[in-house]
Nanobody, 121 residues
Framework: QVQLVESGGGLVQPGGSLRLSCAASGRIFSINAMGWYRQAPGKKRELIASIRSGGSTNYADSVKGRFTISRDNAKNAVYLQMSSLKPEDTAVYYC???????????????WGQGTQVTVSS
């Protein structure tokens, strides 16, 4: 069984910064892409940043230039450094990992439990 555990959410003032962390554990052979999604009340869950095992990254336009995704392959961990936060960044943030469980096998999607980020004065 694979688990993703997130940490780092909270309340921050507009213009502030937060760092989210997510660590995967369990029977993992390798992890392909890892990503961060968010879901605001009444809205669909959206992908905001992703990073492949080689380090290539992609960002949604709404966070480009303000958020930075990184990963530590040795720790099966992914991070999201968020800066210049805005009230519209308020959402539950979820990490996602494409996990390969055995050699030559397919990847399976796993999700963290979600962490609340609230940007408010």
């Amino acid at each position: 069984q694979v688990q993703l555990v997130e940490s780092g959410g909270g309340l921050v003032q507009p213009g502030g910064s937060l760092r989210l962390s997510c660590a995967a554990s369990g029977r993992i052979f390798s992890i392909n892409a890892m990503g961060w999604y968010r879901q605001a009340p009444g809205k669909k869950r959206e992908l905001i940043a992703s990073i492949r095992s080689g380090g290539s990254t992609n960002y949604a336009d709404s966070v480009k230039g303000r958020f930075t995704i990184s990963r530590d392959n040795a720790k099966n961990a992914v991070y999201l450094q968020m800066s210049s936060l805005k009230p519209e960044d308020t959402a539950v943030y979820y990490c996602n990992a494409e996990v390969v469980l055995w050699v030559g096998g397919p990847s399976f999607d796993y999700w963290g439990q979600g962490t609340q980020v609230t940007v408010s004065s």
